[in-house]
Structure formats: structure tokens, C-alpha cells
């Protein structure tokens, strides 16, 4: 891709951005009519109709209901799919709103609508707009908050949500090579003032780019941090793979625990703690936090508090002698951790009793 992160997108990078999803039955583009968008969809269709045959094109258009310009917006966005010769929904969120987390709340609603739209038409993939802007800033949310290498790895090229692949073919260009895009081709979009509301953490973020730039924290070395940190991810993924391949009781992967009141066993996994102390400390974390998030009915578990649960796991072991054997039960997420012995029993935890005034 050439340095100019200012000159339009030629049809033969087009192609070369797209060219993983020619195959697919069909695709949604998720188009709200900012300027990455509707570079999307614009450059997706001049793709497809440079293809002999590829997949059908759905532009879909979320609107929050957060801002009264969405609906004019929307009707924006499917005139201009019309002069493109694509089919345009509009897809609305609708209900009451929280009254905190309005940004996180808006993109789970925004991805389940995608979703739903990609069902319903026959779609295998979502194609968003994010850019390498984007991911930079993605970067440093992450940061900041604490997470971890999988959560610094930022957003993936492509990954499977609802049943549906979601792509990002954009994620190495920049948002002002969109907009030059855009400007060549004489096309209007749409200008969304809360994304400078510094009221949102993303904005805030976005606005000290430039301090972070002039020190070489620029949104092309960030992104580049973030596709090391998914190369590493990747690795230490195919690490914690085979430890838990190997970790496994062959003949008893899962065990029947004691049979619930509907009859039947629980499944539970099973690791052999002495063993699974000598590992890595990140491949023991990444297994606890798979066995806790397959087992668990409360939700994803964070990263912290499984942390914790290996620093009292650890210090059970350490602190048990030949006479006096480790024994632990603690609750996560959901899941029953049980430490008996020398085994590591992760399985679900019992519903909890409500309480009667």
C-alpha cells in the first residue's frame, strides 16, 4: 500500500482490500453515512461490479435513535445505494435507552441489528469501516483500562459474531485516504458531532492524537503495535491449545459430578494441578479463563479477578504439604473452581438462592 495517506483509493487497491470475501453468497455493509462508511460502500460496489461474479450487497443503516439527524441520514444513505445499484435497510433501535454506557450499549445493539440483517438476507459476512485511526485508538482505550495481550491485539481483520463473519477491510488504511476518496469521487457524507464529544472516552482519546503523534505515537505506529500484539495473541494461543490438549484426562475430559435435581450429570473440566502449576503463568490464566467462560452462566470472566483466583489457587498449593493436601472452592463468573487434591475442577456453579424479606 503506498505511504500517501492522503490520496484516493485506486480501483486495484480496492480490489486487493476486498479481495478475501469475493467468494462469499452475500455481504451486509454496515453504512451510518460518516465518511469511512460511505467509502465503504462506495468502493464495495465499484468492487463487485468489476467482479464476473461475487456476492450480493446489502447496505444496512443503524439508526440509535440517539440523535434526531439519524433518520435524515438514513434516507441519505439509501439514495445513495439506489445511484449504486444496492439494496439499503434501515434498522432501528428501539426501546428505552440506559442512562450510562450509551456508547458501549449503542455498539452491541448496532452489532445484534447487523447481525440480524445478515440472517435474514442470507448474508455470511459483515463488512464494517474501521480504519487504522480507528484501531489506534482502540489501542489505547485498552490500554488504559488494563487489558490484556488478547485485549491489546485491539480489532481483528475478521472474526465470527452471532453466527456471522464480521470484517474489517479497512483496518491499514487511514480515515483521511477515505475522505480524499470520497472528495474525488464527489460524494457526500455525513458529519456526526458526537464523535468530538468529549463527554464519550473515544473522543477524549482521539483529541490527544496529535500530542502523541509529534512523539512518535502516531495511528500508523499504533496499529502496527496492535497487529504485533494479535501476532503474539495468536502465538501464545497456539501454546495454551496444545497445554490444554494436554492437560486433559484422556478418558475423562468431562466427568459426571453429582446428578442435578432434573437428573443427569454436570460436566466439569479437569486438570491436573501439579502439572498445570509448572506452566506459564499467561497459559494458565488463558485456560482458566476458558474453562470458567465454557462452564460459567454469568458472563465473559474478567481478567483480573481470574488473576486472583490463580494467585489463591497458587498459594493453596504452595502453602499444602504431604500431610495436609490443598483443598479450595471458590465461585467466578458462574463457574464452580474446586481445587481437591491434585485435581483442578472447573464446572458450574449452583444457581443461587434468591432471597425471601
Same mark, same amino acid.
Given at each position: ?7 484516493? *483509493? ?15 453468497s ?32 446489502? /447496505? ?41 454506557? *450509551? ?13 440480524k ?24 482505550m ?6 490484556? *495481550? ?7 481483520r ?22 480524499a476518496?470520497l472528495?474525488?469521487?464527489?460524494? /457526500? ?72 435435581? /432434573? ?27 476458558r ?48 481445587? *481437591?487434591?491434585?485435581r ?14
Amino acid at each position: 500500500m503506498p505511504d500517501d495517506d492522503n490520496s484516493p *483509493i485506486s480501483a486495484q487497491l480496492a480490489n486487493s482490500l476486498f479481495a478475501d470475501w469475493k467468494r462469499a453468497s452475500a455481504i451486509v455493509l454496515s453504512v451510518s453515512g460518516g465518511p469511512d462508511s460511505v467509502a465503504l460502500m462506495w468502493l464495495a460496489a465499484r468492487w463487485r461490479r468489476a467482479l464476473a461474479r461475487g456476492p450480493r450487497l446489502l /447496505a444496512v443503516t443503524v439508526d440509535h435513535g440517539l440523535r434526531t439527524e439519524a433518520a435524515r441520514e438514513a434516507r441519505e444513505v439509501k439514495r445513495l445505494a439506489r445511484t449504486l445499484d444496492l439494496p439499503h435497510r434501515t434498522m432501528r433501535w428501539t426501546g428505552a435507552k440506559p442512562k450510562s454506557g *450509551i456508547p458501549a450499549a449503542a455498539r452491541a445493539e448496532r452489532y445484534r441489528l447487523l447481525a440480524k440483517a445478515a440472517h435474514e438476507s442470507g448474508a455470511t459476512h459483515i463488512l464494517t469501516a474501521h480504519t487504522r485511526d480507528d484501531q489506534a485508538e482502540t489501542l489505547l482505550m485498552r490500554l488504559l483500562r488494563g487489558s490484556g *495481550i488478547a485485549g491489546l491485539a485491539a480489532m481483528a481483520r475478521e472474526s465470527e459474531r452471532d453466527g456471522v463473519h464480521l470484517a474489517r477491510p479497512f483496518l491499514n488504511v487511514s480515515k483521511s485516504r477515505l475522505i480524499a476518496t470520497l472528495k474525488k469521487a464527489k460524494i /457526500a457524507f455525513a458529519d456526526d458531532p458526537t464523535n468530538r464529544d468529549v463527554n464519550f472516552t473515544r473522543p477524549r482519546i482521539r483529541a490527544v492524537m496529535p500530542l502523541l503523534a509529534a512523539e512518535g505515537g502516531d495511528a500508523r505506529n499504533l496499529a502496527r503495535l496492535a497487529s504485533r500484539f494479535s501476532r503474539a495473541n495468536a502465538a501464545i494461543e497456539i501454546l495454551a491449545d496444545g497445554a490444554e490438549r494436554y492437560l486433559a484426562l484422556r478418558d475423562r475430559q468431562t466427568v459426571s459430578r453429582a446428578a442435578s435435581p /432434573a437428573g443427569g450429570g454436570v460436566d466439569a473440566s479437569i486438570l491436573d494441578a501439579r502439572v498445570f502449576a509448572a506452566m506459564p503463568e499467561e497459559i494458565r490464566l488463558r485456560l482458566l479463563l476458558r474453562a470458567i467462560d465454557r462452564f460459567g452462566h454469568e458472563g465473559p470472566a474478567e481478567l483480573g479477578k481470574v488473576e486472583a483466583l490463580l494467585s489463591v489457587l497458587d498459594r493453596a498449593m504452595s502453602e499444602a504439604d504431604h500431610k495436609r493436601r490443598p483443598r479450595l472452592k471458590q465461585t467466578l463468573a458462574g463457574a464452580l473452581v474446586s481445587l *481437591i487434591d491434585d485435581r483442578i475442577s472447573i464446572a458450574p456453579a449452583p444457581a443461587r438462592r434468591r432471597r425471601v424479606d
